[in-house]
Structure formats: C-alpha cells, structure tokens
C-alpha cells in the first residue's frame, strides 16, 4: 500500500525529525537544550507542511514558532539560570503513564474519527489528492471573505491585541 | 517538477530518472548556495578597501595586488588556528552555532532571483521565506551566546536578541509594501511587477525603512551594539576561535550582501534593465524572442521609454572576442550593479554614522520605527485604494489589476500620487522629529543650566 518514493521517504524523515525533537524535549535534563530540539521537532512540522503542500503554513510555523516563540523560551531559560540543570526526577511514574496513555487514546480518536471514520470529511478529498490543493491566495481570501473565516480571523486578531495590552499593562504596573 | 538541462542529460546517459533530477537538483543547490560564499571573499576585501578611505588610510595593500589576495590569507590563518572549546562549554550547540549563522544567510539565496530564468526556487511565497529563515540568524546567536558559558558572551547574546527581534517588525513591515504592490510575495513576481517603474520611485519610505532595518539586522554600524570592539570585549561570539570565529564574521558579511540583492530586488528591480525586454516578452506570451516580427505590439506596450529592444533577425547574443554572450547575462549585469548601489550604501552607514547606545536602539525602534512603519503601510494602502477608484492603476486585458504588462506611461499617474504621498508622509515625520529634538535639546540646555547655577552658589 505504502510505496517507496521521494515523498514517503521525506515524510518519513520529516516525521522523525519531529518525533525525535520532541523526545528530546521530553528526556532531556537541560532546559535549553530542551528549547533547542523543540525548535528542531517544531522544524519536522514545517517540513511536513511542506509536504502537504502548504507552504505558507510551512513558513509561518518557522517564523512565529522558531523565529518567535522559541526565542521567547530560550530567553526565558537564560534568565533562570539555576532553571537550567534540574536533578530532581518526576517520580510518579504510574499517574503519568496513565495519564499519557490517555492522552494519546484520546487524540487519536479526535484525529482519526472526524478524518477517516463513517461519514469522515476528509476521506473523498484524500482519495483525489489534486482537488484539496490550494495556494496562498485562496487562503487569504478565505481569511477576509465574510462568507468564510473573517470573523474568527477578527476574533484572533482581537484577542492578540488584548493579550499584547495586558503584557504592557503588567509589566508597567510598579511605574505608575 | 519536469526534467530538464542536466537532469536531461543524465537520464539520456541512461541514468535513472529519479536519480538523474536528484543529482541536477543537488547541483544546483550547490551552485546557488556557493555564490554568496564566494563573492563573500571579495566582498570583504571591498569592505576593508572603503572602510579604509572613509578613515584616510590604504587599507590592505601588501598581497597580491592591491591586496586582493589578503582575504585568502586571512582565511589560511584563521583555518590553522588552534579550535578553542571552553572547558565547561556546552560542546554540541557551541559546534552547532557558527553552522547555524551561516546557514540562515544561505537559505535566503534559495528565493534569489539571478536572470529571469535563473532562481534557486521561486516559491511562491518568497519574501515570507526570507523573514523565516533570517529568524535562525538569531538562533545562532542566541545559541552561541549561551553554549560558550561565558557571562559577557551571555549579555552580548542578551542584547543581540532584544535587537533582532525588534528590527524584524520594521523589516517585515517595510516588505510588506512591495508585496502589496505587486500583489504577489513570488520574488519573480516582484521583479515582474517593476517593470513599468521601479518601486523605490513608488515608496521611497518603505525601501528607506528596509534598509535601515536590515542595516540593524546584520548586527552593523550604527547598530552594531552586537560587537560593538570598542566597548564590550566581543559580544557573544567571545569564546569562539579560528574558523568558528571566521563562520561568524563570513555570515554577517554575506548578510549584508544578501540584502543589497534583496533591497535591488524589492526595490530597484532587481534583473530588469535596458535590453531585456524581448526576454520579458517571451515570459509573457511564450513567442520565443528571436521569431518576433520587427514592430509588433512589444513596441505598443511602450516600454520602449526604459528598455530599447534587441536588434532584429535571429539573435542570440552580443558578440565579445567570439564568445556570445546572450541577455540573461546582461540581466545578472544589472542586478549585480544594483546590488553593488545598496551593498555600498550598508558600508557607507557602517563606516560614518556614531554607534547608538542600547536605550537609544530599543527607543529608536519601538517609538519611531514600528509606528512609523505601520503608518507607512497604512497610508500606501489606502493612497492604492484611492488610485484604484480614479483608475489610474494599469489594468490587463481583462480588466485586472496588473503591473507586470503596465509600460512605463501606463505607472506614472499612480507612481505621481504614490509619491507624493510618500513626500508628505516623510515631510509629517520630519517635522515631528524636530520638534522633539528640539524639545530634547531645550531640556538638556536648561538642565545645563541649573547646574552651571548651583556649582556657582557652591563655590
């Protein structure tokens, strides 16, 4: 079913990019280099962007997730330093396994349900693959369309701006 | 993707198919992504050469002739140097660092468009690629700072965060205007757009607001509180040594270089230029430029102002000691000319303006250039919206915004208007800022004064 050509291949190296990055984040005991291979499984996700033919996603992913949330993180580490080597282990080894095997149950029911199940919406679109192909223009369309995404385009917007004031206003509070 | 140029050859060769566009397409990655590290060895021998007579000095002079050779032995030195690590140094990012520099400048070579037909890859969302791949330039120093355990390293990495990061609003921003003028974010797509008129005609205060911003986002005078030799000991790459060091230097000198290509792309369009008009011709319309009949509605479009069309007959190339040379050459003439106009302008700043303090940096970026960027966008947008109802926007055959078929008559009105209201918008600022210097300057002199008052009563 699987064939073995360029894309699977990169798919398969783009996954393991991201799966490997995020391992990293989960083992390791150093938090910047924690940041560091969060960056390299967000850059898997870019990647996998790519191969979705979403390029526009691809590049904001590594803008606004490597090129900004990252670099807030790594700043953050940096400012904590004594943050930086943790030697206390998480010792509740049971409740964690319980709770992330529920966790992955739970998204991969959310996943593969609403895609692939009875009735799934993504199905007739998988099977033809050049009918769900869209360029960049169509996106921006659709996020000003009023028939389609403007309003939660707006929403966001707004909730940005709201969230941007309340930093400013925090961060001033001692001045006034 | 179709199999073409070498990859045809290959797999005439009786290579496989998939290996043959592999191989083609490796070597053209190669090819672009060595162009930049080439000429970045000449380029800082420019550098040094203008650096030099700015400061009244000869500047390298001693190997080869006028010491062109100097890099290459700069280059000798800094390989053979002993390779540092600190002791306590965090040994994989330290490695990592000096590659990530200079990776970040390479992948932007990817989107530059060479001639019309020679481009690494022209995505359709270049310029988004550019501001994406120019954020791993401050990865690398962040990353760089921090792996070398090093508290002055640490602040140095410290302060080029909070500069980088701030810059890339102004710069992102600034691009935002060519994009919206073109109505693609396709580097090609740009350059095809200035057909008619060069956009830095249309937005002066857009392609100024990129360049300064760029200018901060290589980390140079006057924004070089990155290195700043004068006062900190190095900034973070203070623990680096050899050729970790040179990795560093290179990056930021073949950044430079990289957005003199950028500001000539957005702004000064890019490969057009007299006598590449029929290669224009040919992309819109297909008929390849030898088979035009002589007066054909090329000389209609009437870019006949700005570009004199090739001679007629079958023609392939300018004749130089019987090598032809054809005109996607004379394309990568004109884009290095213009690159060499903006690469020029960086080191003059570089070279002649005080180095800001850092409370200066921070104020000059937060109060002045985000507000004013996003004025500046506001105000295009709304002067575009405003020629479109006159309409004076040219328009195609049917009846689309478009300016890659508009002639140079067809962009003046909108060029006329756009510039004007770059000229008030300029004028507005520069009042603004006179004013508030003004006020500055007339709170320091009174302060000066009440001192000058007290130390009299003291004495």
Not at chain 1, 2 to 29: D, H, K, M, W
Not at chain 1, 146 to 162: C, D, H, I, K, R
Request: glycine share 8%; net charge negative; proline share 4%.
């Amino acid at each position: 079913m699987i064939e073995l050509n360029a894309q699977t291949v990169t798919f398969a190296a783009f996954s393991v990019i991201t799966l490997g990055g995020a391992l990293g984040v989960v083992l390791n005991r150093n938090l910047f280099r924690g940041a560091v291979w969060l960056m390299v499984s967000l850059f898997g996700v870019a990647g996998l962007f790519v191969l979705l033919s979403a390029p526009f996603l691809a590049a904001v992913q590594v803008l606004v997730y490597i090129g900004a949330i990252s670099i807030l993180i790594t700043f953050a580490v940096m400012l904590t330093r004594s943050m930086t080597n943790i030697d206390e282990r998480f010792t509740r080894k049971w409740q964690g396994l319980v709770v992330a095997v529920l966790m992955f149950i739970l998204i991969m029911i959310g996943v593969i349900w609403p895609v692939w199940g009875t009735g799934g919406s993504q199905f007739d679109a998988v099977s033809e693959p050049d009918a769900i192909v869209a360029d960049t223009t169509d996106l921006g369309i659709a996020l000003v369309d009023g028939n389609q995404y403007v309003l939660p385009f707006e929403v966001a917007s707004l909730l940005l701006t709201a969230a941007m004031i309340g930093a400013i206003v925090i961060a001033r509070e001692d001045e006034a | 993707m179709e199999c073409t140029g070498l990859c045809e050859l290959l797999s005439a060769g009786g290579m496989d198919a998939g290996l043959a566009m592999f191989l083609s397409l490796l070597v053209g990655v190669v090819l672009v992504a060595s162009v930049p590290l080439i000429v970045v060895i000449f380029l800082i021998w420019v550098e040094r050469k203008v650096a030099a007579r700015i400061q009244d000095r000869l500047g390298p002079n001693r190997v080869g002739p006028f010491g062109l050779l100097q890099t290459f032995a700069d280059m000798i030195k800094l390989l053979t140097k002993e390779d540092i690590t600190p002791t306590n140094a965090d040994r994989l990012v330290f490695n990592i660092a000096p590659i990530l520099s200079v990776t970040a400048v390479l992948l932007v070579w990817a989107i530059v468009p060479f001639t019309p037909y020679h481009i690494g890859v022209d995505l359709e969302i270049g310029a988004l690629y550019f501001v994406a791949v120019a954020s791993f330039g401050t990865l690398a120093v962040m990353t760089a700072g921090w792996a070398s355990n090093n508290k002055y390293a640490l602040l140095g990495a410290f302060r080029v965060v909070a500069q980088l990061v701030s810059y890339e609003i102004p710069l992102a921003l600034a691009l935002l205007v060519p994009i919206m003028l073109a109505g693609t974010m396709s580097m090609q797509g740009i350059i095809h757009a200035q057909v008619g008129m060069w956009f830095f005609f249309m937005v002066p205060v857009a392609a100024l607001l990129f360049m300064i911003s760029s200018q901060a986002e290589t980390g140079r005078g006057p924004f070089d509180l990155i290195e700043a030799e004068s006062e900190l000991v190095a900034g973070f790459n203070i623990e680096y040594s050899g050729m970790k060091f040179g990795m560093f230097f290179a990056a930021e000198f073949m950044h430079v270089f990289t957005n003199g290509v950028l500001v000539a792309v957005l702004f000064l369009g890019g490969w057009l230029g007299p006598g590449l008009m029929r290669q224009l011709w040919f992309i819109h319309t297909g008929t390849p430029p030898t088979m035009l009949p002589p007066g054909s509605t090329e000389a209609a479009t009437g870019i006949w102002l700005l570009y004199f069309p090739l001679p007629e007959g079958n023609f392939i190339g300018w004749e130089y000691f019987g090598v032809y040379l054809p005109p996607v050459f004379l394309a990568l003439i004109y884009l290095t000319l213009k690159t060499t106009i903006g690469y020029f302008i960086f080191i003059l700043a570089r070279n002649t303006f005080p180095r800001v303090r850092i409370d200066q940096l921070m104020g000059l970026n937060w109060k002045f250039f985000v507000p004013v960027s996003i004025i500046n966008l506001l105000v295009v947008a709304f002067a575009l919206q405003v020629i479109r109802s006159l309409g004076w926007l040219p328009l195609n055959e049917s009846g689309q915004v478009d300016l890659t078929s508009a002639s140079f008559l067809d962009t003046i009105p909108m060029t006329v208007v756009l510039l004007v209201t770059n000229i008030v918008l300029a004028a507005v600022i520069m009042t603004w800022l006179r004013s508030r210097s003004r006020r500055a300057r007339l709170e320091d002199e009174a302060e000066l004064e009440d001192l000058a008052v007290v130390g009299a009563a003291g004495d």
